[in-house]
């Protein structure tokens, strides 16, 4: 009703102002006093009270029933006149305008009661060009002309519809210090949205929209680099782009200017650019479920995230969904993991280098940013994205991780080649092979692999091998190494996450030696060519070799003499007792040792191996590793 209503005039009075129905009527007296000109002048501000934030406004300035309806004097003489069409209007209404929050450009940010960027409400960008912080929205919708960026550190979630009106109206923008991220429940409109990649190297990616053809955005990224003998327009021109061929397990030659088909939702790319810049997608945002398919079986394919915000990958993530237990059932059970390329120093180029992760996750959470992708080795033939596997995480670059599982990463180093296996431990693994925590190997291009064998061997090299952490005692895990050059050898624990009473020991069969590698290296040689997964093992014990609380408190020192017997020094009692144990956890011998400073214990023609002592002395314990040589 007309008490909603305020007509404040410039000049002049209001003479009358009513609503007709749905109709708004103000009759407007402007004194001989005001000179009008040929230029447009505001003569009154309309105000209307806007009751629930919740919906549309409703309000049209509509030329049809308007048109021929106003009159104005411009002067004593012609009198009264009929404008012309077409009159001058806002250049938008607010039929379509979400109330609840509203950006503009006179006054900004707006909102029913207070801005609050935390609480969902309606919103709309109804002109200018607005930038977004960390904000919640119920519905989103974005006006001709209005533009919305969401900033690199931006993050926007829209639990209902983001209705993009003006074309490429919504931008996401990204660069060296983050990406900005958007979750929306659907999506109307076309979207603006940045990637950026550093130069020099290749990235594996995804389009984080849907619709752009491959030769429209080579055509609008003139960053992805031509060949130097091709011209950049040429419809044949080669660039720094190209898809994955399963059944060649390599990549297909460069795209040109005119390759056809689509950037299809889930599916990877690999990418370089010729400058540390951003690429641009435009097209529909991607939202709901995902799924990617026509992958190829039992063979490696290249997919990747489709949203405009980071997803979870394994069970570390803190989302409701994960990639790897959304898709187990349709990964091979042996390879149940994702395989991102790693861009290292000095690998730049190489094919061959990834970041291995499954939900053994001892680097753990595992997401990735929009415009990631990765290789996968399928056992069906499609995977599968949910909106469940969201979240904002715009500092995220290609990779995330951070421990949580006790693990070691076991890395051997050949000349400037290196290679790297994990073996992680949680109650709920077996000594068999653990879908989606066990990660079968990609071989690539280098010329140094290092891989584990499940202590159930199936017959698989593993480049993650997740064990149980009960029973340590009994863990002996077969290594594999195969060498193209050849040469000195150098074993080395990476990173080690396992608890204070655990020892990791390599043996080498063929030099029968023991080395305890959490405190040492262990240096030795390789055939060139050589490919060997019986000549080294990995012992993983959990029998404590240093002092427990109650223990003799380092009063002793033990040590072999060859495979006949072990020497103890330092005081005991007459009620000490020695047992050795092998690295299974078997007794080998038991003895009570005599009062005094030196105890000898007989061990005839025991093999070479790491035993672990243990002297008991009236309930106070120590404990000792012995390496026992032949």
Same mark, same amino acid.
């Given at each position: ?16 102002? *009513? ?5 708004? !009527? ?24 806007? =009751? !629930? ?78 930038? %977004? ?33 003006? $074309?490429?109206?919504?931008?996401? $923008? ?11 429940? =659907? ?32 055509? *609008? ?9 091709? +011209? ?17 397990? +390599? ?32 097209? #529909? ?27 979870? @990958? ?6 409701? +969904? ?22 290292? +120093? ?11 992760? *499954? ?22 033939? *499609? ?13 995220? $670059? ?10 070691? !990463? ?78 000195? %050898? ?6 080690? =996450? ?6 990791? @020991? ?16 262990? #240096? ?70 005599? $009062? ?11 093999? =070479?191996? %790491? ?20």
């Amino acid at each position: 009703n007309a008490a909603n209503w305020i007509a404040t005039p410039v000049s002049g009075s209001v003479n009358a102002l *009513s609503v007709s129905g749905t109709k708004l !009527n103000i009759e407007l007296d402007v004194p001989n006093a005001l000179v009008l000109s040929t230029n447009y002048q505001t003569l009154v501000t309309i105000s209307g009270k806007i =009751s !629930n934030g919740s919906g549309e406004a409703g309000i049209d300035f509509s030329e049809a029933d308007m048109n021929g309806k106003q009159f104005s004097k411009i002067a004593a003489n012609p009198g009264l006149e009929l404008f012309l069409s077409p009159n001058k209007y806002e250049v938008a209404d607010f039929v379509n305008t979400w109330v609840g929050r509203v950006y503009a450009i006179k006054y900004g940010w707006t909102q029913m009661v207070g801005l609050s960027w935390a609480t969902p409400v309606n919103t709309s960008i109804w002109e200018g060009d607005a930038l %977004i912080p960390v904000v919640n929205a119920s519905n989103l919708r974005i006006h001709i002309p209005a533009t919305l960026t969401i900033p690199v550190d931006g993050e926007l979630s829209v639990s209902g519809n983001t209705d993009i009106i003006p $074309e490429n109206g919504l931008i996401i $923008e990204s660069d060296a210090n983050g990406t900005g991220s958007l979750i929306t429940g =659907s999506s109307s409109g076309s979207a603006s949205v940045h990637r950026y990649m550093t130069t020099d190297a290749w990235h594996i990616v995804a389009s984080p929209v849907s619709g752009q053809s491959i030769s429209s955005f080579l055509g *609008s990224n003139a960053n992805v680099p031509t060949d130097k003998y091709d +011209d950049v327009n040429a419809a044949d021109a080669f660039r720094g782009m190209m898809d994955y061929n399963p059944g060649i397990n +390599d990549w297909n030659n460069y795209f040109t200017n005119s390759t056809p088909g689509n950037l299809e939702p889930g599916k990877g790319f690999s990418m370089r650019t010729i400058a540390n810049s951003a690429v641009t997608f435009t097209g #529909t945002l991607n939202s709901g479920i995902q799924t990617t398919g026509g992958l190829e079986p039992a063979l490696w394919n290249c997919v990747g995230n489709p949203y405009t915000s980071a997803i979870g @990958i394994n069970q570390g993530s803190n989302t409701s +969904d994960n990639f790897l237990t959304v898709n187990e059932d349709n990964l091979d059970p042996s390879f149940g993991a994702v395989y991102v390329w790693h861009n290292s +120093d000095d690998n730049n180029g190489v094919w061959g280098q990834y970041t291995i992760i *499954s939900n053994a996750v001892t680097d753990a959470p595992f997401d990735v940013q929009q415009g990631q992708a990765f290789m996968v080795k399928m056992k069906t033939s *499609s995977v599968s994205f949910s909106p469940e596997m969201q979240l904002h995480n715009p500092g995220l $670059e290609l990779k995330s991780t951070k421990g949580m599982w006790s693990s070691l !990463n076991l890395l051997a180093s050949v000349n400037n080649q290196k290679s790297s296996t994990t073996i992680a431990f949680n109650s709920a693994m077996t000594k068999g092979l653990d879908p989606t925590y066990d990660a079968g190997l990609l071989r690539g291009g280098s010329d140094l692999v290092l891989y584990s064998k499940l202590v159930e061997d199936n017959g698989i090299p593993f480049a993650i091998q997740a064990l149980p952490d009960t029973g340590l005692g009994t863990m002996i895990i077969s290594l594999g190494v195969e060498s193209k050059t050849g040469g000195e %050898i150098v074993f080395s624990i990476e990173s080690l =996450s396992l608890s204070a009473n655990c020892q990791v @020991i390599l043996e080498d069969k063929q030099s029968h030696t023991f080395t305890e590698l959490s405190t040492n290296k262990y #240096t030795t040689t390789v055939e060139a060519n050589s490919s060997t997964s019986e000549r080294f093992s990995l012992h993983v014990s959990n029998l404590n070799t240093k002092l427990d609380q109650g223990s003799l408190l380092d009063k002793l020192s033990a040590y072999a003499v060859r495979n006949t017997e072990i020497r103890i020094n330092g005081s005991v009692s007459n009620r000490a007792v020695a047992t050795l144990y092998d690295i299974q956890g078997k007794v080998v011998v038991v003895k009570t040792l005599e $009062e005094g400073s030196l105890n000898a214990i007989r061990t005839p023609n025991i093999k =070479s191996a %790491i035993y672990l002592l243990s002297v008991n002395d009236g309930g106070k314990i120590q404990r000792f590793k012995i390496p026992v040589n032949e």
